[in-house]
T-cell receptor, first 110, second 115 residues
Framework: SQTIHQWPATLVQPVGSPLSLECTVEGTSNPNLYWYRQAAGRGLQLLFYSVGIGQISSEVPQNLSASRPQDRQFILSSKKLLLSDSGFYLC?????????FGPGTRLTVT | AQSVTQLDSHVSVSEGTPVLLRCNYSSSYSPSLFWYVQHPNKGLQLLLKYTSAATLVKGINGFEAEFKKSETSFHLTKPSAHMSDAAEYFCVVSDPNFGNEKLTFGTGTRLTIIP
C-alpha cells in the first residue's frame, strides 16, 4: 500500500534561518505531489505542485521554493524564514480523484 | 474560478445527536467535491467524494453528503455523533481545468461533541 512520510514532525526556527522540509512517498511511481500550508485558524493554501521530476508549479509567490530531485521525493525550502512562514505544512499526493495527505510538519518561526 | 464557503466556523452537538456541517460551492463547471477531516496536529483524511455519479455520497465513519446542484450545496451529515468525531472538517472543490491537480479548500468547520 502507498504511504507518505514527512519530516521533521515539528520544527522551531529563528527568523532569517534556512528551511528544508522533506516528503517522500512509498508504494507508487510518478505521483503528483503537493505542498500546502495551513495557518492557524485558516484553511489550506496550495503552495507548490509537481507532476514529475524537476517539474514544479508555484501557486503563491513568496520566499519559499520547492524541488523534486527524485520521483517520490518532494522538498520545500527557504533561504531565509519570515515570521509569517509559521504554520502547519502538509505534503499530499493524488490517486485518481483523491488527494492523500502526510502527517504534516508544524513550523514555528521565532 | 471555483470557491467554497463553509457556513459555520464552529458547530457543537451532543453525543448521539445528528451532525450537519454546511458547505456551498461556486463553480462554472460540474465540480468534484470532497470532505476531509483533520484531527489535531494530524494530516487530512478523505471522508467522501462526489464526482458526478450518485448525488448522495456515503463515506467513512457513518458520514454522508448530498450534492444539490440547484442549491450549490454539499452538506455533510451524520445521524448520530460520536466523541471521536470531534475534529476540523474541510469542504473542498477541484478545479475543473486541472482535475485533481488543484483543490480549493474551505476555511474549515470545527466540530465539538458534548458528552
Amino acid at each position: 500500500s502507498q504511504t507518505i512520510h514527512q519530516w521533521p514532525a515539528t520544527l522551531v526556527q529563528p527568523v532569517g534561518s534556512p528551511l528544508s522540509l522533506e516528503c517522500t512517498v512509498e508504494g507508487t511511481s510518478n505521483p503528483n505531489l503537493y505542498w500546502y500550508r495551513q495557518a492557524a485558524g485558516r484553511g489550506l493554501q496550495l503552495l507548490f505542485y509537481s507532476v514529475g521530476i524537476g517539474q514544479i508549479s508555484s501557486e503563491v509567490p513568496q520566499n519559499l521554493s520547492a524541488s523534486r530531485p527524485q520521483d517520490r521525493q518532494f522538498i520545500l525550502s527557504s533561504k531565509k524564514l519570515l515570521l509569517s512562514d509559521s504554520g502547519f505544512y502538509l505534503c499530499a499526493w493524488t490517486v485518481g480523484y483523491e488527494q492523500y495527505f502526510g502527517p504534516g510538519t508544524r513550523l514555528t518561526v521565532t | 474560478a471555483q470557491s467554497v464557503t463553509q457556513l459555520d466556523s464552529h458547530v457543537s452537538v451532543s453525543e448521539g445527536t445528528p451532525v450537519l456541517l454546511r458547505c456551498n460551492y461556486s463553480s462554472s463547471y460540474s465540480p468534484s467535491l470532497f470532505w476531509y477531516v483533520q484531527h489535531p496536529n494530524k494530516g487530512l483524511q478523505l471522508l467522501l467524494k462526489y464526482t458526478s455519479a450518485a448525488t448522495l455520497v456515503k463515506g467513512i465513519n457513518g458520514f454522508e453528503a448530498e450534492f444539490k446542484k440547484s442549491e450549490t450545496s454539499f452538506h455533510l451529515t451524520k445521524p448520530s455523533a460520536h466523541m471521536s468525531d470531534a475534529a476540523e472538517y474541510f469542504c473542498v472543490v477541484s478545479d475543473p481545468n486541472f482535475g485533481n491537480e488543484k483543490l480549493t479548500f474551505g476555511t474549515g468547520t470545527r466540530l465539538t461533541i458534548i458528552p
